[in-house]
């Protein structure tokens, strides 16, 4: 007998014995109010008829279920709630079978775990990601999870929020069976007539007992110490823990009770709303005038001059997304060490047994050393990696005129130099770009996408599409001097630097800034990037700089040494036998004494709150200043900047959603209680005051 119910977005339909349920919610099937309802009634029709022996639950499109419906976020929750609905499904008394093909996330792999059997397509992925989002499984994931996966595997997969392979997943127990093909339908069918064939009755996965719970609680014990260590201030990690702490101690149902407690605690921190504004503001930030108003151009073959650290970097970049790669260096000493530098990554990742030497071999072949620039006549795309002066690259873009073909994208990555003035060395500025990566450039996510002047809007599309076949997160900057990034950072640490003349070391601001939730503090990253760097950039602002600005030149006593960072052994801290955390410095301390001493300064004593303060709103303060001169097009992409470039707390959202958070009128307050100090560097962005007098918020300003 053959009958079909149908809702909006899941339909049910009975072949033979089997009730087949399909969830239909494009593009991935999220976890909407439709889909939820429609499981539970398929559940309900299912033990309703006695011509149903067996339920499968599958997905149409590319995905089971991909997770939950970012539609819904921020509003009511509406019933039938996922926790009800993942019940049901384990409650039936008739076998329930989920056949996983593409993504099964978050709450798709928590329907999935509360189905009795599960079957997996090569292409399935599984995982539990709300961690990224601030959140915990909250329909019964950390009580299900380490059932069948074991504890220590389950907090882990929980913990990282990545992704498991179909092979993986089975391996780690949370799949039952592996299928070949792509029909994931006639798969799901197949094990299911399978199972009926063999009698199997429900197996129910709360049923099943956590082996050896001594040593799954220590196994616990272990992972919260280190997510305590690794975790920077994030909330929701040792809630993770904590709920399966309660899955190993607790009954089951009191253990699904304490999850839901628990995943309300994390649903109403303020980090989840940081973690959902840094999501969506990553996907908003693509959202440019350029792109509603040209199509990108064709690109297929790209060349770097350059090959130093970031241009083998973005050589790496190029070559993972399958792009064919010509390298220009002056001469041959000069090629061969660019060349040696793009393969010391690819050794490196054949020696920590992530790529074989095969693989290796098959993408250097899309690799081309030269140099010679005529042999990049024919490339799509060009982009310019050489030391950091101007008239070097207005060199460089010179030739690049005579040889590139018409129509070719001629892109500079410069961190700081004016690209107008680049383009104008050439005969066709509407063809030249900024891209500026991020060193590592094969790891970093950001690239800050630069709009000169007289660039076409194609040529600004192209750079978009460019960044999404390398995976980067593109933000569209405007041109000044460091863009939006470089520009803001060399104001908040010139705070960093008063603080410490004013009187705090070196060290306590790094702690501050870490206890906030970034990776480094300022003097370590300086250590890191290398102090000369930014000695040149001030020796090449002096001449512009105001007289009548404060200057501490602390740094430049340090540099002055030949202290340059971790490359030297030593900066702002000591590195002995070349360890990568560094120690105080005495040294240090004393030229900041002597430095304090010579300008008549009594230090003081400022708190990590002190400290942040100040931090904060220098970064908040020059942010806004950024968005009013339309350098950046929304405080949004400000934000993106940060998170994606800079080591900023994903949980707090980026700087100007933290300024929204605290409220914009008592960052004001403080900028304006810092300026009766110093007037000239503590001056309040007139956005700022605006949106303050108006009543509004940094968010009012992120929609184009």
């Known amino acids: ?109 928590e329907v999935a775990m509360s189905a009795h059997y599960r079957l997996a397509l090569p292409a399935a992925k599984l995982g539990l990601p709300e961690v990224t989002l601030g959140l915990l499984p909250g329909a019964g994931g950390t009580q299900r999870a380490p059932r069948l996966m074991g504890v220590k595997a389950a907090t882990e997969l929980m913990l990282g929020g990545k992704h498991l392979s179909a092979k993986a997943a089975q391996a780690a127990g949370l799949v039952d069976k592996l299928a070949e093909g792509q029909d994931v339908l006639a798969a799901g069918l197949a094990y299911a007539r399978e199972l009926l064939a063999q009698g199997a009755q429900p197996r129910r996965t709360r049923d099943i007992e956590i082996a050896d719970k001594a040593a799954a609680l220590a196994e616990l014990d272990a992972l919260a110490a280190d997510t305590a260590k690794k975790s920077r201030g994030l909330f929701s990690p040792a809630k993770i823990v904590e709920c399966v702490r309660a899955a190993v101690e607790l009954p089951f149902d009191e253990g699904l009770a304490r999850e839901r407690a628990l995943f309300t605690e994390c649903l109403d921190s303020p980090q989840r709303a940081g973690l959902v504004h840094a999501f969506f503001a990553e996907r908003e930030v693509v959202k440019i005038p350029e792109a509603k108003a040209a199509a990108p151009r064709a690109f297929a073959k790209i060349a770097i001059i350059g090959g130093g650290t970031m241009g083998a970097g973005i050589t790496v970049s190029a070559l993972d997304a399958g792009l064919p790669v010509v390298m220009i260096e002056r001469d041959a000493e000069s090629i061969a060490r660019g060349q040696a530098n793009v393969e010391k990554v690819y050794d ?115 750079a978009f599409e460019l960044a999404k076949k390398l995976k980067k997160v593109p933000v569209r900057a405007g041109v000044c001097d460091g863009f939006i990034g470089n520009r803001i950072l060399a104001i908040y640490k010139q705070a960093a630097d008063y603080i410490m003349e004013d009187g705090a070391s070196p060290y306590e601001i790094d702690e501050a800034v870490r206890g906030f939730g970034y990776p480094m503090g300022p003097f370590q990253v300086t250590d890191l990037a290398g102090g000369d760097i930014g000695w040149a950039t001030r020796k090449r602002r002096a001449a512009t700089r105001d007289p009548k600005a404060r200057y501490v030149e602390i740094a430049d006593r340090v540099c002055e040494q030949g202290w340059f960072g971790q490359k030297t052994g030593r900066g702002f801290y000591l590195y002995p036998q070349g360890v990568r955390v560094g120690q105080a410095d005495p040294e240090v301390l004393a030229i900041v004494d002597a430095e304090r001493a010579k300008k008549g300064i009594t230090p003081r004593k400022f708190t990590a709150d002190e400290i942040m303060r100040r931090y904060m709103a220098a970064m908040v303060n020059e942010g806004a200043k950024v968005v009013e001169e339309g350098i950046a097009l929304r405080p949004l992409d400000v934000d993106v900047t940060f998170i994606s470039g800079y080591g900023f707390p994903r949980h707090r959202g980026g700087p100007m959603k933290w300024a929204d958070m605290q409220g914009l009128e008592k960052v004001l307050a403080d900028i304006r209680e810092f300026a009766k100090e110093d007037a000239l560097f503590w001056k309040p962005a007139p956005l700022l005051e605006k949106l303050v007098a108006e009543g509004k918020s940094f968010e009012s300003l992120n929609s184009l």
């Open 1 to 109: 007998m053959s009958q079909e119910v149908q809702a909006s977005v899941v339909h049910t339909r009975l072949d033979g014995e089997v009730l087949v349920v399909s969830i239909n919610n494009p593009p991935v099937n999220a976890l909407g109010q439709a889909v939820r309802a429609g499981l539970l009634a398929a559940v309900e029709q299912a033990a309703g008829d006695a011509a149903v022996r067996c339920v499968l639950l599958v997905g149409e499109g590319k995905a089971f279920i991909a997770g939950a419906d970012i539609r819904e976020f921020g509003k009511p929750a509406m019933p039938p709630s996922l926790p009800e609905v993942c019940n049901r499904i384990e409650a039936l008394d008739k076998p329930v079978v989920a056949a996983i093909h593409g993504p099964a996330l978050g709450g798709g792999l």
């Open 348 to 462: 490196g990742l054949i020696a920590r047994g992530r790529m074989t030497a095969e693989a290796k071999a098959a993408v250097m072949a899309r690799y081309t050393p030269s140099t010679s620039y005529d042999d990049i006549g024919d490339v799509d795309l060009v982009i310019e990696a050489v030391f950091e002066d101007l008239e070097v690259k207005k060199a460089v873009f010179k030739e690049l005129d005579r040889v590139c073909r018409k129509g070719a994208v001629l892109a500079t990555n410069t961190s700081y130099l004016d690209i107008d003035a680049i383009a104008a060395a050439t005969s066709r500025p509407e063809d030249v770009i900024g891209l500026h990566f991020f060193s590592p450039a094969n790891i970093m996510k950001l690239l800050e996408i630069v709009v000169p002047a007289k660039v076409a809007p194609d040529v600004v599309a192209t």
